[in-house]
T-cell receptor
Framework: KAGVTQTPRYLIKTRGQQVTLSCSPI?????VSWYQQTPGQGLQFLFE???????NKGNFPGRFSGRQFSNSRSEMNVSTLELGDSALYLC?????????????FGPGTRLTVL | GESVGLHLPTLSVQEGDNSIINCAYS??????FIWYKQESGKGPQFIID?????DKRQGQRVTVLLNKTVKHLSLQIAATQPGDSAVYFC???????????FGTGTSLTVIP
């Protein structure tokens, strides 16, 4: 069974631009969560989608948004990029239901904002 | 909000020794915990999980202990190998939801 995949693996953008990242979950998984990881900050939860609906949301500004498609693939978008948005963006998928919430991570997208 | 913290940011052990990585959590309502291993340039890799109705769970060379009284979680790695060198994260969640809270991580270095 294929794991979680993320594209692209690396991105370089400049301040003010916007970016879209993509995540394909493990087949059958309906929940996709997004995290931002920066040095010294650990993993910070962005949001979680389940069956095309945002079910949970972390404490990030509205510049960070996401969506999920009917095939459970998910995208996240960051608008008006700031230098501080440089990070590793990780997505994780799970069945999403009680008793099946083990999350499995993708390799991440490394975003650099110049 | 909930917080998950690690007692030691770095840990160095000799190859072959046992490693113990600790984690404190603050939300007594959390009932599901996971340990992840993250190697440089890779996403976190699921190691082992435990639910709040258990005190101990064993995997291959790893054991997770949960002490709900003091809200403490630990990961024990037996016969630590160089390939175990990585950053280890604990995470907590409530089994009814899917929002995980992660600690800042402990960097484990295995000395050959």
């Amino acid at each position: 069974k294929a794991g979680v995949t993320q594209t692209p693996r690396y991105l370089i953008k400049t301040r003010g631009q916007q970016v879209t990242l993509s995540c394909s979950p493990i087949s059958g998984h309906r929940s996709v969560s997004w995290y931002q990881q920066t040095p010294g900050q650990g993993l910070q939860f962005l949001f979680e989608y389940f069956s095309e609906t945002q079910r949970n949301k972390g404490n990030f500004p509205g510049r960070f948004s996401g969506r999920q498609f009917s095939n459970s693939r998910s995208e996240m978008n960051v608008s008006t990029l700031e230098l501080g948005d440089s990070a590793l963006y990780l997505c994780a998928s799970s069945w999403g239901l009680a008793g099946g919430i083990e999350q499995f991570f993708g390799p991440g997208t490394r975003l650099t904002v110049l | 909000g909930e917080s998950v913290g690690l007692h030691l940011p770095t840990l160095s052990v000799q190859e072959g020794d046992n490693s113990i990585i600790n984690c404190a959590y603050s939300n007594s309502a959390s009932d599901y915990f996971i340990w992840y291993k993250q190697e440089s340039g890779k996403g976190p890799q699921f190691i082992i999980d435990i639910r709040s109705n258990m005190d101990k769970r064993q995997g291959q060379r790893v054991t997770v202990l949960l002490n709900k009284t003091v809200k403490h979680l630990s990961l024990q790695i037996a016969a630590t190998q160089p390939g175990d060198s990585a950053v280890y994260f604990c995470a907590e969640a409530m089994n009814t939801g899917n929002q995980f809270y992660f600690g800042t991580g402990t960097s484990l270095t295995v000395i050959p």
